[in-house]
């Protein structure tokens, strides 16, 4: 489970003064959208949970593109079928009236894409970086995280279908703050640290220590302790991932009902789903998805050429559109196992 930026030789990209809460939603988006798809199997043991808790999170309504030069919708948790779930972050709960599925005139912070391949063996997950400049259906030249201000959910899918030419299968919205409530849900995890720093009023030393909701948000979000900056919280946030993940496949959380009703309880009020993406379809695509384990998931981010600047003067990130070849294939064909991600450079 290598993240590509976190490689050596990597030059630091200087601190944005944006409030830090907006990056936030990266690594709540991966650690949520993870566990949704792992625990999905678990959690269809106890279809009660799912049914009552699961199935009341916010419907985004008309979240798909209405081209019918679209490829017809695939059988949901048809074992025959790859899929491809959008995952967008977000830090508006609490904005839209409350509502999360109502995402038109916000940016998404996070874009991901989490393949399942037909075998349901494995699962890679995307990044899109929310900077890449891209052409954006009916608006134009833009950084592709203003396809959600300009269009809403379903221009931001067909956007991204468009990068991938690929068919978007279902989509989520996840909400940071869940973040916090599943380390708990979970009875905190064991994150590897490595390197010993403090943030946030906690001491985290180097290697393995217990921490809770309130200290893993602190272990994700710091940056200022570190030389390298956001590349060194890159690899905390890889660590924190191992351990939400590592802690959720254990036998201690997989044979409590209690544990496993907690958790998707501590999801459910920060996510909102398409209107397909029911407890049927996670408990469905969950017991296909029974010996995938830790080491079976691989996240990478879509191939780039560094930052630059836009005609109209923006700080935006090129696309590497000839190595992205490659990973359209990987997307079209179902065989991303055969795709090895370049490292990649910032700056």
Request: aromatic share 6%.
């Amino acid at each position: 489970m290598t993240d590509i930026f976190s490689g050596p030789g990597l030059k630091p990209k200087p601190a944005r003064t944006r409030a830090s809460k907006r990056k936030r939603g990266r690594i709540a988006l991966i650690a949520i959208g993870a566990v949704l798809l792992l625990v999905g199997g678990i959690v269809g043991v106890y279809a009660w949970t799912l049914s009552s808790t699961f199935d009341g999170t916010e419907k985004i309504a008309g979240a798909f593109p209405t081209d019918d030069s679209r490829r017809p919708l695939a059988l949901t948790g048809d074992a025959g079928e790859a899929q491809n779930i959008l995952l967008l972050g977000s830090d508006t709960h609490g904005s839209n009236n409350g509502s999360l599925a109502d995402m038109k005139e916000q940016r998404s912070d996070t874009i991901m894409i989490a393949h399942i391949p037909a075998d349901r063996k494995n699962i890679y997950v995307m990044s899109i970086l929310r900077d890449s400049w891209l052409d954006i259906p009916g608006r134009g030249q833009a950084k592709i995280n203003a396809a959600l201000a300009y269009g809403g959910v379903p221009l931001a899918v067909e956007t991204i279908e468009g990068v991938l030419g690929a068919r978007i299968d279902h989509v989520a919205i996840v909400d940071f703050t869940g973040f916090k409530g599943i380390t708990d849900a979970l009875g905190g995890v064991d994150i590897d640290s490595q390197v010993p720093f403090k943030a946030g009023g906690h001491q985290f030393s180097q290697g393995v220590q217990h921490v809770d909701g309130e200290q893993a948000l602190s272990f994700v979000r710091e940056r200022k302790s570190f030389n390298d900056g956001d590349f060194q919280r890159a690899r905390n946030q890889q660590a924190f991932i191992k351990a939400v993940l590592t802690k959720t496949l254990s036998a201690e959380t997989l044979t409590n009902p209690g544990k496993i009703s907690g958790l998707v309880g501590a999801v459910a009020p920060f996510l909102a789903v398409d209107q397909g993406l029911t407890s049927g379809y996670v408990a469905s695509l969950g017991v296909e998805m029974r010996d995938v384990r830790v080491g079976n998931v691989t996240f990478f981010t879509m191939p780039t050429l560094g930052t630059g600047t836009s005609p109209d003067g923006q700080s935006i990130v090129n696309i590497d559109w000839e190595e992205l070849k490659a990973v359209q294939k990987g997307f079209q064909t179902d065989t991303l196992d055969t795709y090895e991600p370049k490292v990649q450079t910032i700056g």
